[in-house]
């Protein structure tokens, strides 16, 4: 038997190293309450990878990987930082160009939502 798809599910978030991209569907976005100008981060603990938001407040100065949505009306969110990507590409020994990831459960810890990202099973 041959499948036609080889993953039915659809990445949650999604790294480019050459361009630095970073795409955030509208789901991860909700849970971690992004708006335009937020940044993300990702923080690495016990060898897992959690992907929290950084909340900016005033808007002074330069942030790298600040958020904004894909179009208008969208609830996707698209960030942009090589130095991000590839560090989180490199340490997972990913050596794709481009690599998207589910996402787990999130939890709350000192007032930060953290999302699991799940560098297991890659998606592309």
């Known amino acids: ?8 599910r659809r ?9 630095g991209t970073i795409r955030i569907t509208a789901r991860v976005a909700r849970v ?3 708006r335009p100008g937020d940044a993300i981060n ?8 959690y992907l929290h938001a950084v909340h900016i407040t005033n808007g002074i100065g330069r942030f790298e990987a600040q958020c904004w949505p894909t179009k208008k009306g969208s609830g996707n969110y698209c ?3 090589v130095r991000l990507c590839r560090s989180l590409l490199d340490s ?3 050596k794709a160009d481009k690599v998207a ?4 459960q999130a939890f709350e810890r000192d007032d930060t939502t953290y999302v699991p990202i799940i560098t297991l099973h ?3």
């Open 1 to 8: 038997m041959i499948k036609l798809l080889e993953h039915n």
């Open 11 to 19: 990445p949650d978030i999604s790294f480019s190293r050459k361009r």
């Open 32 to 34: 971690l309450a992004l």
């Open 42 to 49: 990702i923080a690495v603990s016990n060898g897992e990878y």
């Open 79 to 81: 960030a942009s930082c």
């Open 92 to 94: 997972v020994g990913v």
């Open 101 to 104: 990831y589910m996402v787990g």
């Open 122 to 124: 890659p998606l592309l």
